[in-house]
């Protein structure tokens, strides 16, 4: 290590991201990098929570990576950002890409705001035993560590402690307040904070523009009940955010995050506009959503179309669903093969004027790492991170609560394939999405979800087969 970093590449004003590309060929896509003369210790994903502020961003990752590779470690960056311009809510966009840190596979993650530039590489970036403050001695902050909660800026923290915290909290908007939470959460659950020497700790922020804070009444009243919302308010409300985009980009993955939900409250509103606005977005009607798996289909075909079988099953399912007296709304296909023959099949018995949608969201793939896993089929970790990626996106876009302008209970058929009804199944019940291979579901059979107006949700049926003899029941 050179310790003392030459703070003159700062000043950069105007450096471009394909300039850092061109300095570090040696990167690959995603920001990632690893030593080829040694086995590094660590495998780290390094998140930047990102708006508006690409010259920042820039020099960052041109700053970051010879120090990262000084210290031979195995990085990647994950920049994640929330989309639009609304109130901001760091807690929630970093929940998320811890998310794709885990599929991954790394040691620990580092959440590292963009205006933070280390002083000195001698300053690890290394997963600690207990969460570690790597950026505690701040330059706008005199150097000094102000309080023992504090962990904003640069935190390092493996992925086991992460989920046990339950991640950020997702309850601040704008900005202010959820670093002290996360710092209040790791100190209630007896985590020590470990925190780097003054002499090699210190950090540069750089110059921006304010931006809107939280109301700090509001802070202080959420605050004062951090350790308590630990349970419910955080990693595991994954209902609060919604991937829209992956992009993998030369430097880092690129992840964006939609919109709110739900209406953000304002922190500086009335309560009575709150509740005013609550009331309007309050929804009243139920959710269906019936998932079918495909009919059975000839696996040694390049073309995987149905089998004389499958095509049987398909019709004993039309006609199930044919005589259900049941309004459906719209059905959505797989575009693959096996998945719009079974679709092309059930809307012969379902109403002509009935809206069909193809959705190459709802393809075949793997979609989270499976615990334990299968001997005898082993996806690639890139197979993981953009099939996982591209189902997690599927469920947030179509297993929430109805619109509060929708006044009947709709249903909505859904002919895709096994791991993505297994995996949708896991994700709807909050069950450990590892455990998704544990589940079976049969060709042409039934699985019914509820979705109610209070956000909870019902499995109704799960791979029903009883229009199908017991000789015609398959799972290839």
Known sequence: MNGSLHQATLL???????????????????????PTDCKALYKVAVIIPYRDRQSHLTRLLNFLIPVLQKQRLDFRFIVTEQWGNDLFNKGRIMNAAFQLAEKLAVDCVIF??????????????????????????????????WYKEIVGGVLAIRMRDYRAVN????????????????????LSLNYTIERP???????????????????????????EDSDKRVPYDGLNE?????????????????????RQLAVAKDPNAS??????????????????????????YVMDSKEKSL????????????????????????????????????????????????????????????????????????????EFVTDGMRIEAAFRKYFHRASPRQTDDSTEI??????????????????????????????CSITWLQIRPNGRVTLKSLSDVGHLPHKKVTFG
């Open 12 to 34: 950069i004003q105007n450096l471009k991201e394909g300039e850092v590309v061109a300095a570090h060929p040696e990167i690959q896509p995603g920001g990632h990098w690893a």
């Open 112 to 145: 590292h705001d963009v205006d933070m530039f280390p002083q000195d590489d001698r300053n690890p970036y290394t997963c600690p035993p207990t969460p570690r403050h790597i950026g505690a001695f701040v330059s706008n902050l005199g150097y000094q560590l």
């Open 167 to 186: 991640g950020y909290s997702n309850k601040y908007w704008a900005w202010g307040g959820e670093d002290d939470d996360m710092g209040k959460r790791i």
């Open 197 to 223: 020497e003054p002499a090699t700790g210190r950090f540069s922020m750089l110059k921006h523009v304010k931006r809107k804070r939280t109301a700090p009444k509001l802070i202080y009243k959420l605050l």
């Open 238 to 258: 994954t209902n609060k955010w919604s991937v829209v985009k992956l992009s993998v980009r030369p430097l880092y993955y690129h992840i964006r995050e939609p």
């Open 271 to 296: 309560k009575d506009k709150q509740r005013e606005l609550v009331g309007k977005y309050k929804p009243t009607a139920n959710r269906n959503i019936i998932l079918i798996r495909h009919g059975q």
């Open 307 to 382: 089998s004389d079988l499958g095509r049987k099953q398909a019709e004993l399912l039309a006609g199930r669903l044919a005589i259900t007296g049941i309004k459906f709304d719209a059905l959505h296909m797989s575009p693959l093969n096996r998945a719009t023959e079974t679709a092309d099949i059930l809307l012969q018995k379902l109403p002509p004027d009935l809206v069909r949608k193809m959705d190459p969201m709802l393809e075949e793939g793997p979609p989270y790492p499976p615990e334990p896993a299968a001997y005898h089929w082993v996806p690639s970790t890139n």
């Open 414 to 443: 859904f002919v895709c394939h096994s791991n993505v009804i297994r995996y949708f199944v896991c994700r709807a019940l909050q069950f450990p999405p590892e455990g998704w291979l544990r589940l079976s579901v049969a060709n």
